[in-house]
């Protein structure tokens, strides 16, 4: 079975300020990473994907995340927010091989403040 | 352009009525799933299908039931017996295999009085 754990359900952040949203998962096969983001009363919005190759995958809007297998992490950055992105955050998963389900985690709720 | 489609964004319905939330995909996938959304508690899965005339329960499909008669459709019924039924829910599809994201819809909001 796979998990998705984000440790922070809500994250303020000065307009202009880095941010960085954790995401931690734990699985028993290979997995490929993916970060949505979800806006009021919306669906939900690919940011990016790590599917192989480099461990810094970038994405829309200005984000970028970092695989790290031996941590089981695959946290979200963006180095300067912007109003715009006051939004939910969610971090997911799907497992190699065969027919699998996507996983996600439980979001986390960024703020920016002016 | 090809996409999923909920419908209707918003409805409303009286305590003990069934109701069926609309989710059609244009996208050839094979896989589709429905999740609940109540604040705080992320998404959690209702059903999933990953081939038609077949689909397994999630985590919470108690009070809820599905059909996967086309490959384009999979609607969502929410019984009577579905004891919180207010929330959002969001309809999503993907490609059996693993190397492609889920496609959201933009979503049902449901509101039980």
């Known amino acids: 079975a796979q998990s998705v754990t984000q440790l922070d359900s809500q994250v303020p952040v000065f307009e202009e300020a880095p941010v960085e949203l954790r995401c931690n998962y734990s699985?028993?096969?290979?997995?490929?990473l993916f970060w949505y983001v979800q806006y009021p009363n919306q669906g939900l919005q690919l940011l990016l994907k790590y599917l192989s190759g480099s461990t810094l995958v970038k994405g829309i809007n200005g984000f970028e995340a970092e695989f790290n297998k031996s941590q089981t992490s695959f946290h979200l950055r963006k180095p300067s927010v912007h109003i715009s992105d006051t939004a939910e955050y969610f971090c997911?998963?799907?497992?190699?091989?065969?027919?699998?389900?996507?996983?996600f985690g439980t979001g986390t709720k960024l703020q920016v403040i002016p | 352009d090809g996409g999923i489609t909920q419908s209707p964004k918003y409805l409303f319905r009286k305590e003990g009525q069934n109701v069926t939330l609309s989710c059609e995909q244009n996208l050839n996938h094979d896989a589709m799933y429905w999740y609940r959304q109540d604040p705080g508690q992320g998404l959690r899965l209702i059903y999933y299908s990953q081939i038609v005339n077949d689909f397994q329960k999630g985590d919470i499909a108690e009070g809820y039931s599905v059909s996967r008669e086309k490959k384009e459709s999979f609607p969502l019924t929410v019984t009577s017996a579905q004891k919180n039924p207010t929330a959002f829910y969001l309809c999503?599809?993907?490609?059996?295999?693993?190397?492609?994201?889920?496609?959201f819809g933009q979503g049902t909001r449901l509101t039980v009085v």
């Open positions: 999503a599809s993907s490609t059996r295999t693993g190397n492609t994201e889920a496609f």
């Open positions: 997911a998963l799907r497992a190699k091989g065969g027919y699998q389900k996507v996983t």
């Open positions: 699985s028993s096969v290979s997995v490929y």
